[in-house]
């Protein structure tokens, strides 16, 4: 028996002894013959539970991951201008490394929780000929911004070219900013003008600033948010199952949102 086979058989005789720990949200699923019906001796139907499959939606946790770096940026950004006016350099200096660093992550991880979405979608909606799709988007290198955007448009049937572009459009520029944390361009690079320090700086402390993080995330969480709330237009089921489970989990997002940072979705409506 090699050492695959041998955790395979611990980890089932956990599972047996203590049972599957499982949370809230958590998807659970019977695979193709993991359960099995027969007939006792008394004519009666027995169940039997071979194997259950789990899973956990990470675009809700990417999510709440880029709101919580959000709000460390913006708390950055007022401690830029507050050391702009004071004239401390060294707190100049560590503010705006926490307010780049902060930005940055908040960026990423709303770009990530796009596609965890982008990936539940595209493997539960009815979209025509998707795996020659695939297959002409990998050979062609077709940017991954045009491949969700699709994707989405295919999956719920966006009602305009209008809808559709602007979507793309969006999405285009939060890749555009994830690439630029993701594959950073090597070099010296002229210096770029930075509205609260009125100087110029690093063009890093500019691009990943709490005000284009906020935009972006804001533009991430509308979408979704927008999108998964028509789940009672959606077919096959079982996307409208995966959308009915995710506005629960991004609701509290919207509404923590709202809170601090006020209306959230009020300019993107895909339909």
Known sequence: ????????????????????????????????????????????????????????????????IGVNHLAMAEDANESVKAAHKSGDSKKKAQSLEAEFTSGMQAIMASAIAIDAFYAAIKERATIDHINELSRSWRRNGTARYKQIAEVIKRAFSLPSDESFHAIRRNIQELMNYRDKAVHPPSGAKKPMFHPELKQPTEWRFITFRFVNAKTLVRFAISLVAQIVRQHEKVEPERLQKYCRSLVKKINPIVNDWEKRYGQLIDHINPN
């Open 1 to 64: 028996m090699n050492e695959e086979q041998e955790s395979r058989k611990s980890t089932k005789k956990r599972e047996g002894k203590q049972g599957i720990f499982l949370i809230k949200g958590m998807q659970v699923t019977i695979p193709q013959g993991g359960l099995t019906i027969k007939i006792d001796s008394e004519g009666k139907p027995q169940g039997v539970l071979k194997a259950l499959h789990v899973e956990l939606d990470l675009c809700p946790y990417w999510f709440k």
